[in-house]
C-alpha cells in the first residue's frame, strides 16, 4: 500500500464514472454507476484492511500545496475511516433502488450520486480546512439537484428550503476558519487541533461552527427542512441523506468543536443537552401522529441523532464511542427503512400508512426484513441500535442524570411509533386489494436488504470489529476535552466535574471507612 494514493484513487474512480454517465443512455449509465460504486466499495474494503490499529494516528495521507494556505491534503484516523465505509457501502444499494425507479434523465440522476460519493468521501478524509469546507459545501449541491429534479410534487420548496438552511449556516463557518488560520499560522487541521485558542474566542468560533453544523444533524429546532426534503427526495436520495450527510454535523462536532474549542464546548455543553432533550420528545412525539412513512421516519431520524449529540457533549470515552455507534447504526438502519418504504413505494405509489395493511400475508420476505430494521430502529439487544445508544446513555448518565433520563424517554417512545408503524403495515387485515395483490421482493430487492440486515446484526453481535479502528483516536479526543473548564456545578443539567465527581467519591469512601 505504500505509495498508492488510494484515497484519490477512491474518489477518481466515481468521479471519472460520473463524467461517462452524463453523456451515456440509460441502461449503460446505471451499469456504469453500479459498477463504479462497487469498485470505490473494494477499495473502501482494501483501506479498512490496510488501517493498522494502534499505528499512527493520521494514515494514508496525501499532501500537495496548490495555492498559498491552500492544500490538497488528505489522510484519515479510525473516525473518518468508519464513516468512509459507510458512504461506501450505502452507495451501490441506492444505484440498486434507483434501477427501476428513476426513468427521466437517468444518466443525469447516477452522475450525481457518483459526484456525491466524491464530495462525501473528500469531506471525510479532507486535513486542510479550506479543503473541507469545499467538500463540505459542494455536498448541497448534488443532494439539491436530486430533490429539485427527481422528487415528488413539492420538490422545488423542498430543495430550496433544504440548500437555504444548510448553507447560510455555513457562511459563519468560513468567516471563523478565516480567522483561526491567520491566528494559528496553518490551515492543517491535525495542527488546529493541537492548537490552543483564547478562550475568549473560543466561544465565537464554537457558535459559529454550531451554526452550520447543527442544521447539518439537524438538531431542534433548525430541524425542519429535514422532513420536507425526505418525503419530496426519491427513495435513493433519502437512504443517502440520513444515511450519510446527516453524519456531516456529528463528524463537525468530533473533528472541529470538541478538540479546537474544548472550553467553549464544556461551556456551551448544557445547550446541546437542553436541545437535545426538546428534540428527543417533541420529535419522537410528532412521529406517532404522521400518517405518511417517510415523514415518520424523518422524525425518528432528528430524535436519534439528539442521542447522538447528547453522547458527543458527555465528555467521556462512552458517550463519545456511543455517539459515533449511533451514527453508524442509525446509517445503515434508517436508510433500510427509508428502501422498505420504497419497496412498497415503487408498487402502490403511496406513503400513506392507511392505505397498506395485512403485508405479512403476501409479502412474509418484506415484512420480515422490514421487522428487523424496526427492532434496531427501536434498540433491540442483538442489532446494532442497542449498541450505540446504550454506551451513549452510559457515558451522558455519569455526566447528568436529568439527561440521561429524558435521552432514555426517547427509546421508549421510539419503540411506540415504530411499533405502531409496523403493526399498521404489516398486520391487521387488508383492506385494499391492490395492497393485498402485492408482489413479494424481487431479487433487486434482496440484493439491497441482505448486506445491510448482515452489518446490522454483525455490529450488534460484535460491535468490537468497529470499536477498535476508533479507540484510540477517541481516547485522544477524550485526553484532549478532559481538561477543558468544566462546567459550574450549579448548572442543573451537568453533574459534577469528573474530578470532583472522583474527589467526592474518594471523601465517601474514606468517611466511611472512618465511621467504621
Known amino acids: 500500500m505504500e505509495g498508492l494514493p488510494i484515497l484519490s484513487l477512491m474518489m477518481l474512480v466515481p468521479m471519472l464514472s460520473a463524467l461517462v454517465c452524463l453523456f451515456s443512455p440509460a441502461g449503460l449509465a446505471r451499469m456504469v454507476a453500479?459498477?463504479?460504486?462497487?469498485?470505490?466499495?473494494?477499495?473502501?474494503?482494501?483501506?479498512?484492511?490496510?488501517?493498522?490499529?494502534?499505528?499512527?494516528q493520521w494514515q494514508f495521507t496525501e499532501r500537495a500545496e496548490l495555492f498559498a494556505g491552500f492544500s490538497y491534503a488528505l489522510g484519515i484516523?479510525?473516525?473518518?475511516?468508519?464513516?468512509?465505509?459507510?458512504?461506501v457501502f450505502l452507495m451501490p444499494i441506492c444505484i440498486l433502488a434507483s434501477w427501476e425507479a428513476i426513468t427521466k434523465r437517468v444518466g443525469?440522476?447516477?452522475?450525481?450520486?457518483?459526484?456525491?460519493?466524491?464530495?462525501?468521501?473528500?469531506?471525510?478524509?479532507?486535513?486542510?480546512?479550506?479543503?473541507?469546507?469545499?467538500?463540505?459545501?459542494?455536498?448541497?449541491?448534488?443532494?439539491?439537484?436530486?430533490?429539485?429534479?427527481?422528487?415528488?410534487?413539492?420538490?422545488?420548496?423542498?430543495?430550496?428550503?433544504?440548500?437555504?438552511?444548510?448553507?447560510?449556516?455555513s457562511v459563519l463557518m468560513l468567516i471563523a476558519m478565516f480567522w483561526m488560520v491567520a491566528e494559528a499560522g496553518t490551515s492543517d487541521i491535525p495542527a488546529l487541533m493541537q492548537y490552543?485558542?483564547?478562550?475568549?474566542?473560543?466561544?465565537?468560533?464554537?457558535?459559529?461552527?454550531?451554526?452550520?453544523?447543527?442544521?447539518?444533524?439537524?438538531?431542534?429546532?433548525?430541524?425542519?427542512?429535514?422532513?420536507?426534503?425526505?418525503v419530496q427526495a426519491p427513495t435513493a436520495g433519502s437512504v443517502i441523506l440520513a444515511g450519510v450527510l446527516l453524519k456531516l454535523g456529528g463528524y463537525g462536532f468530533i473533528r472541529f468543536s470538541l478538540p479546537m474549542f474544548p472550553e467553549?464546548?464544556?461551556?456551551?455543553?448544557?445547550?446541546?443537552?437542553?436541545?437535545?432533550?426538546?428534540?428527543?420528545?417533541?420529535?419522537?412525539?410528532?412521529?406517532?401522529?404522521?400518517?405518511d412513512m417517510k415523514k415518520l421516519i424523518a422524525y425518528s431520524s432528528?430524535?436519534?441523532?439528539?442521542?447522538?449529540?447528547?453522547?458527543?457533549?458527555?465528555?467521556?470515552?462512552?458517550?463519545?464511542?456511543?455517539?459515533?455507534?449511533?451514527?453508524?447504526?442509525?446509517?445503515?438502519?434508517?436508510?433500510?427503512?427509508?428502501?422498505?418504504?420504497?419497496?412498497?413505494?415503487?408498487?402502490?405509489?403511496?406513503?400513506?400508512?392507511?392505505?397498506?395493511?395485512?403485508?405479512?400475508i403476501n409479502m412474509p420476505y418484506y415484512a420480515l426484513f422490514f421487522l428487523l430494521f424496526t427492532m434496531a430502529s427501536i434498540g433491540l439487544p442483538g442489532t446494532s441500535g442497542f449498541v450505540g445508544e446504550f454506551l451513549s446513555l452510559a457515558g451522558i448518565?455519569?455526566?447528568?442524570?436529568?439527561?440521561?433520563?429524558?435521552?432514555?424517554?426517547?427509546?421508549?417512545?421510539g419503540a411506540a411509533y415504530m411499533l405502531y408503524l409496523y403493526r399498521r403495515v404489516a398486520f391487521g387485515?387488508?383492506?385494499?386489494?391492490?395492497?393485498?395483490?402485492?408482489?413479494?421482493?424481487?431479487?433487486?430487492?434482496?440484493?439491497?436488504?441482505?448486506?445491510?440486515?448482515?452489518?446490522?446484526?454483525?455490529?450488534?453481535?460484535?460491535?468490537?470489529?468497529?470499536?477498535?479502528?476508533?479507540?484510540?483516536?477517541?481516547?485522544?479526543?477524550?485526553?484532549?476535552?478532559?481538561?477543558?473548564?468544566?462546567?459550574s456545578d450549579s448548572n442543573p443539567l451537568m453533574g459534577p466535574p469528573r474530578e470532583h465527581a472522583a474527589n467526592h467519591i474518594e471523601h465517601s469512601a474514606s468517611h466511611k471507612e472512618g465511621a467504621h
Open 108 to 169: 443525469e440522476y447516477m452522475a450525481a450520486f457518483l459526484f456525491m460519493e466524491v464530495l462525501m468521501i473528500g469531506t471525510f478524509a479532507a486535513q486542510d480546512i479550506f479543503l473541507f469546507y469545499v467538500f463540505f459545501e459542494a455536498g448541497l449541491i448534488p443532494m439539491y439537484l436530486i430533490i429539485g429534479v427527481w422528487g415528488g410534487d413539492n420538490r422545488i420548496y423542498a430543495s430550496y428550503k433544504f440548500f437555504l438552511y444548510t448553507l447560510i449556516g
Open 302 to 360: 432528528v430524535a436519534h441523532m439528539a442521542i447522538v449529540t447528547v453522547g458527543l457533549f458527555a465528555f467521556n470515552v462512552q458517550g463519545l464511542e456511543g455517539a459515533m455507534i449511533v451514527m453508524l447504526s442509525h446509517g445503515l438502519v434508517s436508510g433500510a427503512l427509508f428502501l422498505c418504504v420504497g419497496v412498497i413505494y415503487d408498487r402502490l405509489h403511496t406513503r400513506e400508512i392507511a392505505r397498506y395493511g395485512g403485508l405479512a
Open 77 to 87: 484516523d479510525g473516525i473518518a475511516l468508519l464513516l468512509i465505509m459507510l458512504s
Open 397 to 413: 448518565y455519569q455526566t447528568s442524570t436529568l439527561v440521561a433520563l429524558v435521552s432514555t424517554t426517547g427509546i421508549i417512545l
Open 34 to 56: 453500479l459498477v463504479a460504486t462497487l469498485v470505490t466499495f473494494a477499495l473502501g474494503l482494501i483501506l479498512w484492511s490496510n488501517y493498522e490499529i494502534g499505528g499512527a
Open 196 to 230: 490552543d485558542f483564547p478562550a475568549q474566542a473560543q466561544t465565537w468560533l464554537w457558535l459559529a461552527f454550531f451554526a452550520s453544523f447543527a442544521v447539518k444533524v439537524p438538531m431542534w429546532p433548525l430541524h425542519t427542512w429535514l422532513p420536507d426534503a425526505h
Open 264 to 291: 467553549a464546548s464544556a461551556q456551551f455543553a448544557w445547550l446541546v443537552f437542553a436541545l437535545s432533550m426538546v428534540a428527543v420528545v417533541y420529535t419522537s412525539l410528532v412521529a406517532l401522529v404522521q400518517a
Open 429 to 487: 387485515e387488508q383492506k385494499n386489494a391492490d395492497a393485498a395483490a402485492m408482489k413479494d421482493m424481487t431479487f433487486r430487492e434482496w440484493a439491497m436488504m441482505v448486506p445491510i440486515s448482515a452489518v446490522v446484526l454483525w455490529m450488534g453481535v460484535y460491535p468490537e470489529s468497529f470499536l477498535a479502528p476508533m479507540r484510540a483516536d477517541i481516547a485522544a479526543l477524550d485526553a484532549r476535552i478532559s481538561v477543558a473548564a468544566p462546567p
